[in-house]
């Protein structure tokens, strides 16, 4: 039996605006290679985005600031 080449962690899962879904995995490669998966699923149609921790870390720096500049607090 062939050994995986990945192993996939549930991070977290979250309900979205407008009956969307939006799941986070950890994908670890085994080559010490370790992306984000996220999956956003609209009805039955899936659409799976790969992030490394580069890419990851701008990302959310830009959804932080967004959300600053956009809360109702603001």
């Known amino acids: 039996m062939t050994e995986p080449l990945e192993t ?5 899962e ?3 605006p407008y009956s969307r879904h939006l799941r986070l ?3 670890d490669y085994h080559n010490g290679f ?3 998966r996220m ?3 609209e009805g039955r149609r ?6 490394d921790a580069e890419t990851a ?3 959310g720096a830009e959804l932080l600031s ?3 500049d956009n809360s109702p607090e603001n």
């Open 57 to 59: 870390a701008r990302l």
């Open 8 to 12: 996939v962690t549930d991070l977290t």
């Open 66 to 68: 967004w959300a600053k």
């Open 39 to 41: 999956i956003w699923r």
């Open 14 to 16: 979250l309900e979205i």
């Open 34 to 36: 370790n992306m984000i």
């Open 46 to 51: 899936l659409t799976i985005v790969n992030l």
């Open 25 to 27: 995995q950890n994908v």
